[in-house]
């Protein structure tokens, strides 16, 4: 058997799809295709069918990913027994994707406590888009995807939501523009420039709610989706920008900027996904149960 085409008809069933899948392996649907064709005649039996638009498993299909779950699971035990023999001593891999909405601090925090184990830990993380992250997690790409929102009900991914905990937010500016606004805070927002996260950011769609709340109408310079980017411009006086009240000291010490304000009633929350078959991962137990305990203290 080609295990190449059983990794591909593994995906496609994971992802919900061929075209779904072709995007989070970079295949097309028709190379997709014919290779799960090519293992259907190796097996002698179909493993899809179609179903109004789509296709779902056949018997033999739900038969044959079982295998394949159980296949594929062996080989990433057998990499982490023993893909570090020469080193000496057995190390935990511990694949991470981060959403890019994620601060960096914030992540760092919420994964020390994986690399305080007893256990050898090689920590191997991605950033990138939400949706993309949790595509890689289907496919068991990662073990584990912090994120500032949960996993929606309408996800075809089979994972489950963590909540981690949550941090109000402050407001920041550079010595000079807080010298040119006026009013008290909130108020001295009105008709400021302000740099905000993307669209896609879960706190922003909070701050919308909460500037109308306020009656507040900032005067937008620019969004950012990379949290990192958007501290540099504000360093540099381009505008007010938020960042979690956690984080002011650092935040301040690295970009030269003063707090503005902060606004309790806006928070940011954080949540690890995983998929249940890592659940028990002594990774994901060290980071659930410390954060549980003390959440993003300083």
Request: hydrophobic letters at 45%.
């Amino acid at each position: 058997m080609n295990f190449k085409h059983l990794y591909y008809f593994w995906a496609a069933a994971k992802a919900g799809g061929i075209a779904r899948a072709g995007e989070q392996l970079h295949v097309t649907p028709q190379t997709l295709s014919t290779q799960i064709k090519l293992l259907e005649d190796r097996l002698g039996c179909h493993l899809f069918q179609k179903h109004g638009r789509g296709l779902e498993l056949t018997p033999d299909g739900r038969t044959a990913l079982s295998y394949a779950d159980q296949i594929f699971a062996l080989g990433d035990e057998l990499e982490m027994a023993l893909g570090n023999r020469g080193e000496g001593t057995r190390t935990l891999s511990f694949r991470v994707g981060i959403a890019d909405a994620v601060p960096k601090a914030i992540a760092y925090r919420l994964l020390e406590p994986a690399l305080a184990i007893t256990e050898p830990v090689r920590l191997i993380c991605h950033e990138g888009n939400f949706r993309d992250l949790l595509a890689q997690l289907s496919v068991q790409r990662l073990d584990l995807v912090i994120a500032d929102e949960p996993m929606g009900k309408q996800t075809s991914v089979k994972a489950f939501n963590h909540t981690l905990g949550n941090t109000a937010m402050s407001f920041f500016a550079a010595p000079a523009l807080m010298r040119s606004l006026t009013g008290a805070f909130p108020a001295c927002l009105d008709g400021a420039p302000m740099l905000i996260q993307g669209a896609s950011s879960a706190v922003r769609q909070r701050l919308d709610l909460w500037l109308a709340e306020h009656s507040l109408r900032p005067r937008l310079i620019g969004e950012f989706d990379d949290a990192a980017l958007l501290k540099a411009f504000g360093g540099e006086g381009r505008g007010v920008f938020m960042s979690p009240t956690v984080l002011e000291d650092e935040t301040s010490a690295q970009y030269g900027v003063e707090v503005l304000g902060r606004a309790q009633g806006l928070v940011e929350e954080f949540f690890a996904i995983s998929v249940e078959r890592r659940i028990t991962h002594p990774c994901v137990v060290a980071i659930t149960q410390a954060a549980r305990l003390q959440f993003l203290k300083s």
